[in-house]
């Protein structure tokens, strides 16, 4: 998550927990959004190279 709301970004975090989210990465101010939402590229590709939409990344730290 990326932005320089922390109110929002709390209320997102809300939102994402409803949905069974376990770990949720704030990345940053409004800066980082760029390269977060190059996922979307990433994401694209392995959906081709897989044929289907069905998988996940995972970030280990």
Do not use: P
């Given at each position: 998550?990326?932005?320089?709301?922390?109110?929002?970004?709390?209320?997102?975090?809300?939102?994402?927990?409803?949905?069974?989210?376990?770990?949720?990465?704030?990345?940053?101010?409004?800066t980082t959004a760029r390269?977060?939402?190059?996922?979307?590229?990433?994401?694209?590709?392995?959906?081709?190279?897989?044929?289907?939409?069905?998988?996940?990344?995972?970030?280990?730290?």
């Amino acid at each position: 998550m990326s932005g320089n709301d922390a109110q929002a970004k709390a209320q997102v975090t809300e939102i994402l927990k409803s949905f069974g989210w376990i770990h949720i990465m704030d990345v940053g101010d409004i800066t980082t959004a760029r390269g977060t939402e190059m996922y979307l590229s990433i994401w694209l590709r392995l959906w081709g190279a897989l044929g289907t939409g069905m998988f996940n990344i995972k970030i280990m730290q």
